[in-house]
């Protein structure tokens, strides 16, 4: 080897000597600091697996949806689908031994999807399972609707949830947009009784609400429309408005969109109520309505979709036989009689407030549930054979069911 190329030599290890030797910089200046994750909504829907939808395995009381919840991991028990309700809530007695209103950051449960909810209110409804003959357990409620889609089949009885930052809609149904009054979703409408001009108005939409149409006595006022327009009858339901006077009467045409309905019943309220209170409202949407479609809530993006079903023009039976009846006992089995309307047939059959529906046909009271018992007498051209029990006296009588508007 020559004296210059040993030179390089030299020259070449001494460089790669003082790279290794060199101080080792500080961690963040090795490499470009990364960039700040996007921040994440505590809140949000958390989806199982990744994924962005989950259908659940609801259970439908008539029209009303019970979801299956497991509250902090507990046991399942059902939460009412409510969309007009301000916001989720659970009841006491689920919620455990507390003397608080309220839990703090509680996480509900559902098939396939987790909510976490900062503030559960703790609550009581005491009527609500003599109304509906389900005990009260909880409310999927405006909070629940904000965080995800919710779609409804009424018609198969299934409900599915649904991302919204990703959900797209391309089914045959018809997009509306909601307005919102506080928490209620309000939906367009036009309508038409008998003696007045064709109306529009805004209506809540009211999963809740085991009811087609319901007009509130606030509207109908300013309006000036009254039973006195159409031939009308004199109702109440424990389960709208705890029991208040209603008239029933058919509305010549009710339509939403493309959708118009011909000859359905409205229930009109006579009592002046909190819900009526704003004249701009001409009153609700029940789940006896929207049976009729398949429902999709997307209040994430303030719009709700309709797509009918084929129940869009089968017509809705009210009840037939007169009674207003509560559940009561212990496995709400006790049928009582609150309210008898006058000309029915339960009045004619002697039926009078307080007596207890003890089995209807060859069905004791045991082996029904109040839904089953107020779906026997919404069925047109039957005869019931019921048995009364009248403060422990059994009576016999015989109702004709019939169409009473």
Same mark, same amino acid.
């Given at each position: 080897?020559?004296?210059?190329?040993?030179? &390089?030599?030299?020259?070449?290890?001494?460089?790669?000597?003082?790279?290794?030797?060199?101080?080792?910089?500080?961690?963040?200046?090795?490499?470009?600091?990364?960039?700040?994750?996007?921040?994440?909504?505590?809140?949000?829907?958390?989806?199982?697996?990744?994924?962005?939808?989950?259908?659940?395995?609801?259970?439908?009381?008539?029209?009303?949806?019970?979801?299956?919840?497991?509250?902090?991991?507990?046991?399942?028990?059902?939460?009412?689908?409510?969309?007009?309700?301000?916001?989720?809530?659970?009841?006491?007695?689920?919620?455990?031994?507390?003397?608080?209103?309220?839990?703090?950051?509680?996480?509900?449960?559902?098939?396939?999807?987790?909510?976490?909810?900062?503030?559960?209110?703790? &609550?009581?409804?005491?009527?609500?399972?003599?109304?509906?003959?389900?005990?009260?357990?909880?409310?999927?409620?405006?909070?629940?609707?904000?965080?995800?889609?919710?779609?409804?089949?009424?018609?198969?009885?299934?409900?599915?949830?649904?991302?919204?930052?990703?959900?797209?809609?391309? #089914?045959? #149904?018809?997009?509306?947009?909601?307005?919102?009054?506080?928490?209620?979703?309000?939906?367009?409408?036009?309508f038409e009784v008998s003696g007045h001009r064709s109306l529009s108005a805004d209506f809540a939409v009211d999963t809740a609400l085991d009811s087609g149409v319901?007009?509130?006595?606030?509207?109908?006022?300013?309006?000036?429309?009254?039973?006195?327009?159409?031939?009308?009858?004199?109702?109440?339901?424990?389960?709208?408005?705890?029991?208040?006077?209603?008239?029933?009467?058919?509305?010549?045409? *009710?339509?939403?969109?493309?959708?118009?309905?011909?000859?359905?019943?409205?229930?009109?309220?006579?009592?002046?109520?909190?819900?009526?209170?704003?004249?701009?409202?001409? #009153?609700?949407?029940?789940?006896?309505?929207?049976?009729?479609?398949?429902?999709?809530?997307?209040?994430?993006?303030?719009?709700?979709?309709?797509?009918?079903?084929?129940?869009?023009?089968?017509?809705?039976?009210?009840?037939?036989?007169?009674?207003?009846?509560?559940?009561?006992?212990?496995?709400?089995?006790? *049928?009582?009689?609150?309210?008898?309307?006058?000309?029915?047939?339960? $009045?004619?059959?002697?039926?009078?407030?307080?007596?207890?529906?003890?089995?209807?046909?060859?069905?004791?009271? $045991?082996?029904?549930?109040?839904?089953?018992?107020?779906?026997?007498?919404?069925? &047109?051209?039957?005869?019931?054979?019921?048995?009364?029990?009248?403060? #422990?006296?059994?009576?016999?009588?015989?109702?004709?069911?019939?169409?009473? &508007?």
């Amino acid at each position: 080897m020559n004296r210059r190329r040993a030179k &390089i030599l030299v020259a070449c290890c001494i460089v790669l000597c003082g790279w290794a030797m060199r101080p080792a910089l500080p961690a963040q200046q090795s490499a470009k600091p990364a960039p700040p994750a996007a921040p994440q909504d505590p809140t949000a829907a958390r989806f199982s697996f990744a994924g962005d939808a989950a259908q659940i395995p609801a259970v439908f009381l008539r029209n009303l949806i019970f979801m299956p919840v497991r509250l902090n991991g507990g046991k399942p028990v059902l939460f009412e689908l409510d969309s007009a309700a301000a916001k989720c809530a659970v009841d006491r007695k689920v919620a455990g031994d507390t003397a608080s209103n309220a839990l703090q950051y509680a996480v509900l449960a559902l098939p396939g999807v987790q909510l976490p909810v900062i503030t559960l209110p703790v &609550i009581s409804r005491d009527d609500f399972a003599q109304q509906v003959g389900q005990p009260y357990q909880g409310t999927l409620g405006r909070d629940f609707f904000d965080r995800v889609v919710v779609g409804i089949d009424y018609h198969r009885q299934t409900v599915q949830l649904y991302d919204p930052s990703v959900f797209t809609y391309s #089914g045959q #149904g018809k997009s509306f947009p909601l307005t919102f009054a506080g928490p209620v979703p309000l939906i367009r409408a036009k309508f038409e009784v008998s003696g007045h001009r064709s109306l529009s108005a805004d209506f809540a939409v009211d999963t809740a609400l085991d009811s087609g149409v319901i007009f509130y006595r606030g509207f109908t006022d300013s309006e000036r429309i009254s039973a006195a327009h159409f031939k009308s009858e004199p109702a109440s339901y424990p389960e709208v408005d705890g029991g208040a006077k209603l008239f029933l009467g058919r509305l010549k045409t *009710f339509q939403i969109g493309p959708y118009q309905l011909e000859e359905i019943v409205g229930d009109f309220t006579q009592e002046k109520t909190k819900a009526g209170a704003d004249k701009n409202i001409a #009153g609700a949407i029940g789940s006896n309505f929207l049976r009729r479609f398949t429902v999709i809530f997307d209040f994430p993006h303030q719009r709700v979709i309709l797509d009918p079903n084929v129940q869009l023009n089968h017509d809705t039976n009210e009840d037939m036989s007169g009674l207003s009846i509560i559940a009561k006992g212990p496995n709400l089995k006790v *049928f009582e009689v609150v309210a008898v309307q006058p000309g029915t047939p339960a $009045a004619r059959a002697g039926i009078v407030p307080g007596d207890v529906i003890a089995g209807i046909g060859d069905d004791a009271a $045991a082996d029904l549930t109040l839904s089953a018992v107020r779906d026997l007498f919404r069925q &047109i051209g039957y005869q019931y054979k019921v048995l009364i029990d009248r403060k #422990g006296q059994t009576i016999t009588v015989s109702m004709q069911m019939r169409r009473r &508007i």
